[in-house]
C-alpha cells in the first residue's frame, strides 16, 4: 500500500514533525511538505530520501501560513498513492484534489479557533489586529469550504476531539501520537530538571524560568528551538534576557543527545498552555521520569497525577515551585510506573490502528 503524508512544513521540528516522521518510517509513506530542514532530519535519525517539498514559503506569519495552504490546494499527486494522510492544519488543502484521505487532527489551528484570543492579544500589535480578525475570518470560512472534501477524520487526543466538534462541528475517532519507547531508557540522575519544546508565547517557558529563579539550588535545562520568524524571535529573546544561572537555554540538539537528556534528568517539567496531546512527557515517562505538567488539554490524557508525576490545577509560578520542592524530595517510585504507562502509546501498538483506518 503506497501512502503519502502531507505535512506544512520540515524546518523546525517538534511533536508533530516526529510523529509524522515515526508513522512515514514505519508505514513506507512519502512525505509531502514546503520548507525542509534535512540535517535536523537526520540528526533525528530519519532518512529524507523519502521528503519531498512543493515548493518553498516564506518563514513570516501570515505568509507563511497562507502560501503553505496554497500551495497544498494546487498539489494533485493524480493517484500516485493508495491513500493520503494529511498531518498538518496549513496541509488541509491538499484533501481537495487526493482521495481517499484522512486527516490526522493535531489541532485545528489553534490561532484561527481556541488560541485565538490568545494570539490576539500576545503576538498581534493593536494596530495590526483588524487586519488579523479579517485574515482569521477568511481562513475559517475557508476552512469549512474544504471539509467536505476529507474524506476522515482522526483527532491525536480526546482534547482535539473536543475541538473538531466545537469549533468545526465535524465528528471524529481519537488515536493518539505514538512513541518508540525501545529507544528510551533510565540511567543515573545527574540532578538537572529538563524542559523540551519550542520557544514560543503560549509554552509559558517564561514560567518556568520565573520559578526556577526562585530555586537558585536546582539546574533546569531547556531544550527549545524555534523557527526564525519574527514572533519566534522576539519571544526567544525575551527568554534568553530573563535567564537565571541555573537555567541552562540548548537551541537544538540530536535525537541521541535529547535521549541522554531524558535519561540523566531528574524530572521533566511542562507548562504549555491547553497542550493538543504532549509527546514529550510521554518521552521522559518512556525515560523512567516523572512530570510536572498543567492539569488541562491533553496532559489530563497522558499523565496520571501521584504516579507519573504531578497536574498542577490553575499553574502559576508558585505553584510550580511548590511542586518542584515536592518532587525534588522523593521521585524513585515513580520509576517502574512511569515506564509501564508509556508502553500504552508505543509505535508497535499503534501503527496497526493507522494501516487499519486506511484502509476501512
Partial sequence: MKIAIFHNFLDNIGGAEKTDLLIARELGADIYTTNIDVEKIRSMGFSTDNIFSIGRVPINAPFRQDATSWRFSHLNLKKKYDAYIIAGDWALSGAIHNHPNLWYVYSPSRELWDLYPYTRKNLVPWHGRFLFDVWVHYHRHKSHKILPYVDKIIATSNTVKERIKHYLDQESIVLYPPIDTSLYSNGEDHGYWLSVNRLITHKRVDMQIQAFAQLPKEKLVIVGSYEKSKHFDRYAHYIQSITPPNVEIRSWVSDEELRSLYAHCHAFITTSLNEDFGLTPLEAMASGKPVIAPNEG?????????????????????????????????????????????????IALYIDAFKKELLK
Avoid at 308 to 323: P, S, V
Avoid at 339 to 344: C, F, G, L, V
Fill in 298 to 346: 491533553g496532559y489530563r490524557e497522558t499523565l496520571v497525577d501521584g504516579h507519573t508525576g504531578l497536574l498542577i490545577t490553575n499553574i502559576d509560578t508558585n505553584k510550580i515551585i511548590t511542586a518542584v520542592k515536592s518532587l525534588a524530595q522523593d521521585k524513585k517510585h515513580y520509576e517502574d510506573f512511569c515506564k509501564k504507562h508509556a508502553q500504552q502509546f508505543d
